[in-house]
């Protein structure tokens, strides 16, 4: 890349984080805090979402908008990947899982915060090029598997956190199950192409599962076959 492109995106990440600050602020009667933490802000601004865009979308790359990635799926608005994040709460020495890896960038924002992330796709083609990417970038601490993700993934279970990032009819049980104690799920669950509401599920020390609706939001279907 020239210089000249790399400080054109460097800019362009600027006024997207200012864009994403004003959403966290505006929408703070919802979700409880009207500001990011530091970590979640340095990943957001530090990670190339150009990178995980197809070219004939580069120009929005920096937009504050979800963005078509191929096969009818798409990259999620940056705000609600900020406000996941921040909701999952992720810590340096945790263990996540993200269903719906996409073009790998939640993932890649996941991987700037903790130990490692395992990531889930139901469609090949996707999950192969955002492994590609990821190992591109140096992401070493991204595992990208294509699987569906209802029913989570036993062989690396538990996890501090789960995010899933399509969204569900209603919260899939095997993912409350591989949450260990103390652990978050953060699910938009609703009906497919219609409103949905955003949730957080927390397991309490004694393995109850508690679910509070965060904000409404639009996510492609998490679909249950493959
Ligand atoms: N997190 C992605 C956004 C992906 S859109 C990103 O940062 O780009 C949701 C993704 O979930 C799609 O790629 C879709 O194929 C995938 N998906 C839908 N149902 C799934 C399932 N049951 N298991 C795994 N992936 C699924």
Redesign the pocket.
């Given at each position: 890349m020239s210089d000249k492109s790399a400080e054109k995106h460097t800019e362009a990440r600027h006024w997207l984080m200012e864009r994403v600050l004003a959403e966290t602020r505006e929408t703070a009667h919802l979700t409880g805090f009207s500001e990011l933490s530091d970590r979640v802000i340095k990943a957001i601004a530090t990670t190339p979402r150009h990178c995980?865009i197809p070219p004939e979308q580069q120009d929005w790359a920096y937009a504050d908008a979800p963005l078509p990635?191929g096969?009818g799926?798409?990259?999620?608005q940056p705000f609600i990947?900020a406000l996941m994040t921040e909701l999952l709460a992720p810590g340096p020495e945790d263990v996540v899982l993200?269903?719906?890896?996409?073009?790998?960038?939640?993932?890649a924002i996941l991987a700037h915060l903790v130990q490692q992330v395992y990531t889930?796709?139901?469609?090949p083609e996707?999950a192969m090029m955002a492994t590609q990417r990821l190992q591109e970038l140096g992401f070493a601490n991204v595992t990208v598997c294509v699987?569906?993700?209802?029913q989570g993934w036993e062989e690396q279970a538990p996890f501090d956190g789960i995010i899933v990032?399509?969204a569900a009819t209603e919260t899939p049980p095997a993912l409350v199950r591989q949450l260990k104690p103390g652990g978050r799920l953060v699910i938009p669950v609703g009906p497919p192409h219609r409103t949905q509401d955003l949730r957080v599920v927390e397991k309490d020390a004694q393995g109850v599962a508690h679910s509070r609706s965060v904000l409404p939001v639009v996510f492609?279907?998490?679909?249950?076959r493959g």
């Amino acid at each position: 890349m020239s210089d000249k492109s790399a400080e054109k995106h460097t800019e362009a990440r600027h006024w997207l984080m200012e864009r994403v600050l004003a959403e966290t602020r505006e929408t703070a009667h919802l979700t409880g805090f009207s500001e990011l933490s530091d970590r979640v802000i340095k990943a957001i601004a530090t990670t190339p979402r150009h990178c995980f865009i197809p070219p004939e979308q580069q120009d929005w790359a920096y937009a504050d908008a979800p963005l078509p990635i191929g096969r009818g799926q798409t990259i999620s608005q940056p705000f609600i990947v900020a406000l996941m994040t921040e909701l999952l709460a992720p810590g340096p020495e945790d263990v996540v899982l993200e269903i719906g890896a996409g073009s790998g960038y939640q993932a890649a924002i996941l991987a700037h915060l903790v130990q490692q992330v395992y990531t889930l796709e139901r469609i090949p083609e996707l999950a192969m090029m955002a492994t590609q990417r990821l190992q591109e970038l140096g992401f070493a601490n991204v595992t990208v598997c294509v699987g569906n993700g209802v029913q989570g993934w036993e062989e690396q279970a538990p996890f501090d956190g789960i995010i899933v990032t399509a969204a569900a009819t209603e919260t899939p049980p095997a993912l409350v199950r591989q949450l260990k104690p103390g652990g978050r799920l953060v699910i938009p669950v609703g009906p497919p192409h219609r409103t949905q509401d955003l949730r957080v599920v927390e397991k309490d020390a004694q393995g109850v599962a508690h679910s509070r609706s965060v904000l409404p939001v639009v996510f492609v279907p998490l679909i249950d076959r493959g």
